[in-house]
């Protein structure tokens, strides 16, 4: 371990240990499960390990580092979804699931207590993740603007249409509306569009009029649609917020679901109490 850490190492394959040991195969493996045992080397996928440095003990990959160790499960790739929202604190539910977006074909495993949920999207949809040091790890995640959108886009991985809203809500407050405006654009979805659109509108989110504009006239390039439970495919959801002209956008949603988030994008003005004397 204190070799590996001298060579600046935070990861290494099966390979590398059974190089550095210069023993057999079967005696590199039977030290690696003992390193594992013992809580100084994680698996991350078959033949490849992340190191806990010595200075920090067994105990230093903590939940945050699960995505280190789920990022080595598929390349290319990008952590989104509920998780990626978690990560930037626009949500406070925690759920064990990790959502890797790839557009490779696997199937979901375990890392640590949590689920990684492997999420295939549409080439058109793969883009607006970067780098970021999770711990030490580099690990893609989807941006803020991208999180949000992703979210909105389907809700059932973001634990639903009014955590979604609370996930807009919270993140518009550090958007760049040109940014977001241009991802839609070129995801070329009428139909998100709108629902972004009605979503931003309904948690008051600070918006330019010049990109709020621009949402409409995107908005404008499909058919009336829905948010929510196709109505189409199912009765209407009782106590649904119903049908919004501006967007062309039947909510069929509960207005309870969506009570908590109206409003929650605007920003709060900070009140200077005048003291007397």
């Not at 789920?70 to 626009?90: E, H, Q, W």
């Not at 064990?96 to 890392?111: A, G, Q, S």
């Not at 711990?135 to 603007?145: A, P, T």
């Not at 241009?182 to 931003?200: M, Q």
Request: glycine content about 8%.
């Amino acid at each position: 371990m204190l070799a590996l850490r001298e060579r600046g190492r935070r990861e290494a394959t099966r390979a590398e240990i059974v190089d550095l040991l210069g023993g057999s195969t079967k005696a590199a493996d039977n030290v690696i499960e003992s390193l594992r045992r013992k809580g100084w080397l994680e698996r991350a996928t078959w033949g490849e390990y992340l190191l806990i440095p010595p200075e920090q003990g067994p105990e230093a990959l903590g939940d945050s580092n699960l995505l280190a160790l789920a990022s080595r499960i598929a390349d290319p790739y990008y952590i989104g979804f509920s998780t990626a929202a978690t990560y930037y604190g626009l949500t406070t539910q925690h759920r064990k699931v990790i959502f890797v977006v790839t557009p490779v074909r696997l199937r979901e495993r375990e890392v640590g207590e949590s689920r990684v949920r492997i999420v295939n999207l549409a080439e058109s949809k793969f883009f607006g993740f970067e780098p970021v040091d999770v711990l030490g790890y580099k690990v893609v995640i989807s941006d803020r603007e991208k999180t949000a959108i992703d979210c909105i886009d389907r809700p059932a991985l973001a634990g639903g249409v009014g955590e979604a809203a609370t996930i807009l809500a919270t993140a518009s407050r550090r958007f760049d509306w040109n940014k977001a405006a241009d991802y839609l654009e070129r995801i070329k979805s009428g139909a998100l569009a709108r629902r972004f659109g009605w979503l931003v509108d309904h948690v008051k989110a600070d918006i330019p009029l010049a990109v709020r504009d621009r949402l409409i006239r995107l908005a404008a390039q499909s058919r009336k649609t829905w948010l929510g439970t196709d109505p189409a495919r199912a009765r209407e959801v009782k106590e649904a917020i119903g049908y919004d002209e501006t967007w062309r956008l039947f909510v069929n949603v509960p207005r309870e679901e969506l009570h908590g988030c109206a409003g929650l994008g605007r920003r709060k003005a900070i009140r200077k109490e005048s003291q007397e004397c």
